[in-house]
């Protein structure tokens, strides 16, 4: 059994990196010692340090992530998969990994082809919008979660909804050593003729030591041969931001209560065999944590398993390992109740006995070669169940049934009497920003799809707000403006030619499916004003809109020689720009792509239906394979990013990536289909509605199942939580054409032929 273990790796001090270590000797003592495979996994170690020279890892480390390059986590998927493992196995804990709470691991587990055992070191019980994602996703992609304590199975299954079968509780193991005869620790001066009190780990202020130094006063009163120590080295994080200040901190304070005598700090990091020196050296050992928030706790289970007596405040794990007579208990940050229950156990030597063998004999079934066997166990299983197979298809195959609600909650949310507000903070609209005609004219477009899909009542009960203010925001020319403030004041003279073209849209598109003829003539009126300035459009993509709404238009008014010369005129710039500036590893209209970029393919696809245009046609089916190339070839959709463009013989930007992308992906993949009725299209257009729901390059879905809403963007280090219009109307329009495309199919009959490549 060979395992590749993702985790932290000593000598960088860290728990998990202690963890992680002794997780692989107790797997591998499991082995008999000439069976070479017991020594056949390997470390992929996550790096907090740009240098990779940084620590001097050990030789099993075969493979090392800087936590903050995102790009090395693929590679180290990469490394996993064509590597002799059986098995991974993943150490989490949200601060080792990269991006947003650790968000860069997700494209890793993605990747990989091995099956995956996934160890939780901490389960929140308020877990932010992006711990949730990535706990689900890491769930989604292991073939076991394994958890230390029942309160961890209770929260996973309640707040994260994972299946209670796919969860396995793995308690935390402890040394596998007897306590010394002759123990050398005894002899220090901090123990010699002291009655100790200890507590180890990395020192920080969650860690409440403050609760034990004021408890001091009253215990020594009692008990003048008490000592504290304090085991361990400040953490590294705080040591960086604020030096020795904690530590400091309670030298002053056991100086105030006249206890420096009693306190003694030993700064080091001890190894496994010192620590049990030193647990069982203690008479008491203590861990006064702040709050409850402590789903898991190594230096509690090594206590228990050394056979200390426990005494601690009651966070989840503590209440859970201590049950049953195995330690004691008090509240937290109450000195007081802590003095009292150290006396008391100082006193009563029968009664700190009890405690100490109840911990020692549970501790048995802890030890690290039982737990490495219960590891063992798993990842057999783990190995016969997992089929590489499974997840392709999981991952590409064209299911509506993945596919949430539809919901105009956040639309609703957004919209007021006036239009559909522009920006959002998280869910909230922003008032501030006002609106914007793009945003409406997408609205009136989603609306409208919602209203002839289901005959919503909200939907209806929308289009004339968002008519109205497309009719506000027309200039006496026929022209429009694009933004207005929140007390309806207008911000501009004349808008956009995008905003233009988007408007002409969505006019085009009412005109073709108006819920009544007062709609169809009203946008009718608004359209034909506009038409003045078709000509004078200038720039790619606001011509490109505009064709979208002339095509739709002349589905219903069919005849207008005028109208239909005018798509004509503007069809041919696009295909003089791609002719200009194709190439033979280029084939696009500029020398860059910057935003909306299928939004220029899609035009011409709706132009050759029209016009029956060869020329557009060719075009056309060129640069979307070329778009299709850059931007679905590694199995998702990685859109070009809108921080720096992507220019001709330039590097590819992948972030910030844009939800209007996504959807100009999924409509011109959608009109391509209708046109041509190849399932390959059908199957590329859901392809890119997945981008939506965590198909992306980080892993992490863009709708917000609670708020009903679309987030802003896909970041470096996450996701951009605000909740605009842009985005959300973007989603909507896209689920909605991917349920119009499933309708389609059916009409079709291609059900055979799109299942036949799987």
């Not at 590694?634 to 930007?653: E, T």
């Not at 965590?694 to 892993?699: A, F, H, V, Y």
Request: with cysteine; net charge negative.
């Amino acid at each position: 059994m060979k395992i590749a273990y993702i985790s932290t790796c000593l000598p960088r001090e860290c728990g998990i990196a202690t963890f992680n270590q002794n997780l692989i000797r107790a797997i591998n003592s499991n082995f008999p010692k000439n069976n070479g495979s017991a020594h056949g996994g390997f470390v992929v170690a996550l790096n907090d340090s740009e240098s990779l020279q940084e620590y001097k890892y050990p030789e099993e480390v075969k493979y090392i992530i800087r936590q903050n390059h995102q790009k090395d986590y693929i590679r180290a998927a990469n490394y996993i998969n064509t590597s002799d493992a059986d098995a991974c196995i993943l150490e989490h804990e949200f601060g080792i990994f990269g991006g947003d709470s650790g968000i860069y691991i997700l494209p890793l587990l993605n990747r990989l082809e091995k099956p995956l055992i996934s160890i939780l070191h901490t389960v929140l019980k308020e877990p932010s919008y992006v711990q949730r994602i990535i706990i689900k996703e890491i769930v989604e992609q292991s073939s076991k979660i394994i958890v230390m304590s029942r309160r961890a199975v209770e929260f996973l299954v309640k707040i994260y909804d994972v299946p209670a079968e796919k969860i396995q509780i793995i308690e935390h193991g402890v040394p596998d050593v007897e306590p010394c005869e002759n123990n050398p620790v005894k002899n220090l001066s901090q123990f010699k003729d002291r009655r100790v009190l200890l507590t180890f780990g990395l020192i920080s202020r969650n860690k409440g030591l403050e609760t034990v130094v004021r408890a001091l006063p009253k215990i020594v009163e009692k008990n003048p041969d008490v000592m504290y120590v304090v085991l361990g080295n400040t953490h590294p994080g705080v040591i960086k931001n604020s030096g020795e200040e904690y530590r400091d901190h309670l030298k002053s304070l056991a100086a105030q209560l006249n206890v420096s005598k009693h306190l003694s700090f030993i700064n080091k990091f001890v190894s496994e065999s010192e620590l049990v020196n030193y647990l069982t050296a203690a008479e008491i050992y203590v861990t006064p944590y702040l709050n409850e928030a402590q789903i898991t706790s190594g230096t509690l289970s090594y206590a228990v398993g050394a056979g200390a007596a426990v005494v601690s405040t009651p966070y989840w794990h503590a209440t859970e390992l201590l049950a049953d007579n195995r330690g004691r208990l008090f509240d937290f940050k109450n000195a007081d109740a802590l003095a009292d229950i150290i006396n008391e156990l100082l006193e009563q030597e029968h009664v700190l006995n009890e405690l100490k063998e109840n911990a020692f004999e549970y501790g048995l079934h802890l030890r690290w070669p039982v737990t490495g066997a219960e590891f063992i166990k798993v990842a057999r299983q783990a190995c016969t169940n997992h089929d590489f197979r499974d997840k392709i298809l999981r991952n590409s195959i064209v299911d509506p049934e993945i596919m949430p609600k539809f919901s105009l909650t956040h639309v609703l949310r957004l919209t007021d009497d006036t239009g559909i507000v522009q920006h959002a903070k998280y869910g909230i609209p922003n008032l501030k920003e006002g609106y914007c005609l793009d945003d409406n004219s997408r609205a009136l477009i989603m609306a409208l799809m919602a209203y002839q899909r289901g005959k919503s009542k909200d939907a209806f009960e929308l289009l004339p707000v968002y008519l109205s203010f497309i009719h506000y925001m027309q200039t006496e020319d026929g022209n429009f403006r694009n933004f207005l403030s929140f007390n309806r004041q207008y911000l501009d003279e004349v808008g956009s030619e995008d905003s233009f073209g988007r408007t002409v849209w969505a006019l085009g598109y009412l005109i073709g499916c108006a819920a009544s003829n007062s709609y169809r003539e009203f946008a009718l009126e608004l359209f034909q004003k506009s038409f003045a300035h078709f000509k004078s459009l200038k720039h790619l993509r606001g011509m490109a809109n505009t064709i979208i709404g002339i095509t739709l238009y002349l589905k219903v008014v069919r005849g207008d020689e005028g109208m239909l010369n005018e798509l004509v005129r503007l069809t041919q710039p696009l295909i003089d720009a791609y002719e200009n500036n194709a190439a033979e590893d280029w084939h696009w209209f500029e020398e860059k792509m910057t935003y909306d970029n299928a939004i220029l393919p899609l035009a011409l696809l709706h132009s050759c239906e029209i016009t029956g245009n060869e020329k557009a046609k060719e075009v056309a089916l060129k640069s979307m394979a070329f778009l299709d190339r850059l931007t679905l070839s590694n199995g998702y959709l990685s859109p070009v990013g809108n921080d720096g463009w992507y220019y001709k013989g330039g590097a590819f930007p992948t972030f910030d990536q844009q939800a209007i992308e996504t959807m100009a992906m999924v409509l011109m993949h959608f009109q391509a289909y209708a046109i041509f009725g190849k399932p390959q299209y059908i199957e590329k257009m859901f392809l890119c509605y997945k981008w939506f729901l965590g198909e992306n390059t980080l892993r992490a879905p863009l709708y917000d199942h609670e708020t009903k809403g679309c987030c802003d963007g896909l970041l470096p280090t996450g996701i951009n939580r605000n909740q605009g219009a842009e985005s959300t109307l973007a989603y909507l329009i896209s689920h909605l054409t991917v349920l119009k495309a499933f309708e389609l199919e059916y009409k079709y009959n291609k059900i055979g032929q799109l299942t036949e490549s799987y």
